[in-house]
C-alpha cells in the first residue's frame, strides 16, 4: 500500500473530481447555458473513476475524500473554491499542485470572492439607504465552513476580497448579508 501525504491526496482528488466533471459534461454534452439544476443529483453520481480499485464519483469526491477526514467535517473552507460543477456560477476549473496547493487554494477562494462578492445600495421612498452584502449561493450552502458566527464568517471573508468598498463592509460589520 502506498501512503501519501494530506496535501498529495487533497490535490489529487481535487484535480480528479474537476476532471470527472469535465468528462461529465462532455459525455452528456451539455451546453454552455443549459439549466443544470435537473441534473444536479444524477451528474454527481453518474459517472465514476477508478482509483486503487474503488470506483468514485464526482460526489464521493465532493463529501467524502474532500470535506469529511475520519468522519470529521474539513476545516478549510477554500476547499469549496476549488471544486466545480461546470457552471457559470461555480469556481474556475484548474490544476492544483502539492507544492503549491496552500498558494493555490487562497488565490481560488479570492478570484471566487472578487468575481461573486457584490455590494448593492437601495434607497427606499424616505431617501434611506440600506447596504447590503451579495453572497454567493456557495455561501449559504456551506455556511457553517465559513463561520458560525456572523463576525467570524465576515472575518474569513475579508481575507479573500480585495475590492475597498466590499472590505469596508466586512470591517463594519453593520450591513445586511444576503
Known amino acids: 500500500a502506498t501512503t501519501s ?66 468522519g470529521a467535517k474539513c476545516e478549510d473552507p477554500r476547499i469549496h473554491f476549488a471544486l466545480s460543477l461546470g457552471s457559470m456560477s461555480c469556481p474556475d476549473v484548474r490544476v492544483f499542485g502539492v507544492d503549491e496547493l496552500e498558494d493555490q487554494l487562497t488565490e481560488a477562494a479570492k478570484r471566487f470572492c472578487d468575481r461573486h462578492v457584490r455590494v448593492d445600495i437601495s434607497s427606499d421612498r424616505s431617501s434611506h439607504s440600506t447596504t447590503t452584502l451579495l453572497l454567493p449561493k456557495l455561501f449559504k450552502w456551506h455556511g457553517k465552513v465559513f463561520g458560525q458566527e456572523r463576525q467570524k464568517m465576515l472575518h474569513t471573508l475579508s481575507g479573500w476580497v480585495e475590492d475597498s468598498t466590499v472590505q469596508a463592509l466586512l470591517q463594519d460589520g453593520s450591513c445586511k448579508i444576503k
Open 5 to 70: 501525504s494530506p496535501k498529495a491526496e487533497t490535490s489529487f482528488f481535487i484535480n480528479l473530481h474537476n476532471a470527472l466533471m469535465l468528462h461529465t459534461h462532455y459525455y452528456r454534452k451539455t451546453q454552455s447555458g443549459d439549466n443544470l439544476k435537473p441534473l444536479k443529483n444524477k451528474l454527481a453520481k453518474l459517472h465514476q473513476y477508478k482509483v486503487g480499485g474503488q470506483c468514485y464519483c464526482i460526489d464521493d469526491m465532493r463529501r467524502r475524500l474532500l470535506r469529511q477526514k475520519q
